[in-house]
Structures are given as structure tokens and as C-alpha cells.
T-cell receptor, first 115, second 115 residues
Framework: EAGVVQSPRYKIIEKKQPVAFWCNPI?????LYWYRQNLGQGPELLIR????????DSQLPKDRFSAERLKGVDSTLKIQPAELGDSAVYLC?????????????FGEGSRLTVL | GNSVTQMEGPVTLSEEAFLTINCTYT??????LFWYVQYPGEGLQLLLK?????DKGSNKGFEATYRKETTSFHLEKGSVQVSDSAVYFC??????????????FGKGTHLIIQP
């Protein structure tokens, strides 16, 4: 079974440029998460989807970040315009909607460097 | 809000040494607790979990016990190997009835095992 797939793995851009990251979750997983991991830190949740609905986007910087999951399957996270402080690894995870103790499955991440 | 505090690294041990990585948490309800591991160049993967007080999670020789009275979930292994070198993240997840919320992570502990 294929895991969570993310692309691109690496992206280098200049500040003020736009960037987009794509995630394809595990088949059948209705919950999708985007996390940001700064160097030396743990991942921090940006947004959580239940199917196509964003049920928790309280930590998403909405002035420059946007996300969509139009058909409730794959998802795109966009930054426009990028700032130096956006350099980080962007992680996508998915899970099957379940109760207590549900496991999240993570992709390998997209490493963004903003120059 | 929820938070996870884990011992800072790097932690450097010799092969076959005993390992403890401390983790304490703050949560409003009754969270599930997890240890995730990130090997070099790979994505986060679940190591073990516990969903209620006094539960013990175990996998690959690692163990952690959910201690509600001390709000702790310390990771232990009796004899570490070079292949255990990785970054370990303690995390919690609360179930809100609408599905599993996103994981709250600690900052991670970098473990280095020397032959």
C-alpha cells in the first residue's frame, strides 16, 4: 500500500515568490493534516481537513498561506508571497477518521528554503 | 492549551546502554500519547502509543507507560543499538468527538548511539 506522497521534496525560492506543495494521502483516509516543522523543533499543525472541509485552520497564517482539498482526496498548500521565515519542512499526514488513539501517517515532507 | 515537554538533546550513548527519554505533557482532557521516530532522511513514523492511564506501549524493544498521576510518558529501552540513532518525538492527541485532533508534538530529542 502506498504511503502519503508529497511533492516536491525540495524547493528553493527567493523571497516574495509563490510556492505550492502537493500531498496525496493514503487511500481511504478522510482526515488530512498539514504541519510545519522548523529546524530543531517539533511539527506544528497548520490545518486539518475532514474530507474536503477545513475543520481546524486556527494556526494557518491566512494572510499568505492558503490550502485546499477540493475533492476530499489530495491537497495543496500554497504560500504567496514567501518570506525568509517560511523556510521549514512542510509535512502532510493522513488518518482514517477514528476514535481514541488513531494513528497519523506522515509523508517525507517538502523542504522549503527561502533566500 | 495542550503541550508536550521532552528532554533536549542530543543524547549520546554507547551501544547496549540503557535509554530513557523523558516526556511530560499538559492536556485539558484525556489524551492519547505517542512516540514518533524520524530516522535520517525519512518521514515521521509511529513507534508506540498508549490510549489510557497505566497503558504500556511497546515496539522494537522500546517501552513507555502512560502515567496520569505524573502526566508523563517516558521512553525507555534496555539496550540501544547504533540503528536506533534518530530523532524521537513525544506527542499527544485528544479526541473531540468529531474525530482525532491534530497531534501536539514536543521539540524532539536527537539520539546518537556510538559503537
Amino acid at each position: 500500500e502506498a504511503g502519503v506522497v508529497q511533492s516536491p521534496r525540495y524547493k528553493i525560492i527567493e523571497k516574495k515568490q509563490p510556492v505550492a506543495f502537493w500531498c496525496n494521502p493514503i487511500s481511504g483516509h478522510n482526515t488530512l493534516y498539514w504541519y510545519r516543522q522548523n529546524l530543531g523543533q517539533g511539527p506544528e499543525l497548520l490545518i486539518r481537513y475532514e474530507n474536503e472541509e477545513a475543520v481546524d485552520d486556527s494556526q494557518l497564517p491566512k494572510d499568505r498561506f492558503s490550502a485546499e482539498r477540493l475533492k476530499g482526496v489530495d491537497s495543496t498548500l500554497k504560500i504567496q508571497p514567501a518570506e525568509l521565515g517560511d523556510s521549514a519542512v512542510y509535512l502532510c499526514a493522513s488518518s482514517f477518521r477514528t476514535g481514541v488513539g488513531g494513528e497519523l501517517f506522515f509523508g517525507e515532507g517538502s523542504r522549503l528554503t527561502v533566500l | 492549551g495542550n503541550s508536550v515537554t521532552q528532554m533536549e538533546g542530543p543524547v549520546t550513548l554507547s551501544e547496549e546502554a540503557f535509554l530513557t527519554i523523558n516526556c511530560t505533557y499538559t492536556a485539558t482532557g484525556y489524551p492519547s500519547l505517542f512516540w514518533y521516530v524520524q530516522y535520517p532522511g525519512e518521514g515521521l513514523q509511529l513507534l508506540l502509543k498508549a490510549t489510557k492511564a497505566d497503558d504500556k506501549g511497546s515496539n522494537k524493544g522500546f517501552e513507555a507507560t502512560y502515567r496520569k498521576e505524573t502526566t508523563s510518558f517516558h521512553l525507555e529501552k534496555g539496550s540501544v543499538q547504533v540503528s536506533d540513532s534518530a530523532v524521537y518525538f513525544c506527542a499527544l492527541n485528544e479526541y473531540s468527538g468529531g474525530g482525532a485532533d491534530g497531534l501536539t508534538f514536543g521539540k524532539g530529542t536527537h539520539l546518537i548511539i556510538q559503537p
